[in-house]
């Protein structure tokens, strides 16, 4: 089993101690509502947590695999792109998950990108409240 599907049967499991066995301790996460990436295994972890909760129907719906550039540095490295649907904040979203693997084959950088824009809106309210309720980022600044 890949480590692709090994992560989309955590994921659809909701398995939280399956995940933390498939990402490197220094992963970056690339979300579409944050221009800085997410860094480091405990973050990015605390970051599923939010995500398996705020997620509605969420389900896998296909998958490519291959080889692509880092965003952290530039390298060619395995890669897998997996498609999925999903609804959050009463949005339908479509999405993909692109996992880019290290040379143990562990996750060392994830990217998010989902559309339409309104479901990008939607959710990354929801994140940023569940982020905030798990003491992971502080609360903005109210006006």
């Not at 579409?32 to 295994?41: H, L, S, Y």
């Not at 479901?119 to 006006?143: D, M, R």
Request: charged letters at 20%; hydrophobic letters at 45%; a negative charge.
């Amino acid at each position: 089993m890949t480590t692709a599907d090994r992560f989309r049967v955590a994921v659809d499991s909701r398995d939280l101690a399956a995940l933390d066995d498939l990402f490197t301790e220094d992963i970056r996460f690339y979300s579409p509502v944050k221009f800085q990436p997410f860094e480091g295994k405990p973050m990015v972890l605390g970051l599923f947590r939010v995500l398996l909760r705020t997620f509605e129907d969420f389900r896998y719906v296909g998958d490519y695999t291959g080889a692509a550039q880092t965003s952290a540095d530039g390298v060619t490295a395995p890669s897998a792109v997996l498609l999925f649907r999903a609804t959050a904040g009463g949005r339908q979203i479509h999405g993909i998950d692109l996992l880019h693997f290290d040379d143990d084959g562990l996750i060392k950088e994830f990217t998010v990108m989902v559309r339409p824009q309104s479901a990008v809106h939607a959710l990354g309210e929801a994140v940023l409240a569940g982020l905030v309720a798990e003491g992971l980022v502080p609360a903005p600044a109210q006006p």
